[in-house]
């Protein structure tokens, strides 16, 4: 599964994040996904939640994931606007297929509570 290895990438750098930090554990981890992403959220939450585990420092974390909606401008009249729908946005003003996305798929870690 797809958000297995992203879940294991992340909590291998929050586990360095805790050795760094001299920490004894990590509680809180809150996350932003972008809707076009491709992550589906609760694969996600429950790879997490299953390897946790694995990492001492990080085994009793709790996951917030924060899903951001796909953000575009229109190349027209550059208005800018959030979406849910992922296909085929056209913009809410002038109609325009004309588009750019600014924002929609990223994976962000927002901030990390530790306990030193
Ligand atoms: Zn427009």
């Known amino acids: 599964m797809h958000e297995t290895s992203i879940v ?9 994040l805790a050795d760094r930090e001299n920490a004894k554990k990590i509680t809180k981890v809150r996350i932003k996904i ?3 992403s491709g992550i589906v959220v609760d694969s996600f939450q429950f790879a997490f939640d299953t390897l946790k585990g694995e990492f ?12 951001t909606p796909a953000r575009y401008r229109c190349n027209d009249c550059k208005k800018e606007f959030e979406i849910d729908s ?10 325009s297929l004309n588009l750019s996305l600014i924002s929609g798929e990223e994976l962000e870690v927002i901030d990390v509570e530790i306990e030193v």
């Open 8 to 16: 294991i990438g992340l909590l291998q750098s929050l586990s360095d």
């Open 56 to 67: 001492k420092k990080i085994k009793d974390a709790e996951l917030t994931i924060e899903e």
């Open 34 to 36: 972008g809707k076009l």
């Open 86 to 95: 992922v296909y085929f946005p056209e913009c809410p003003q002038c109609n």
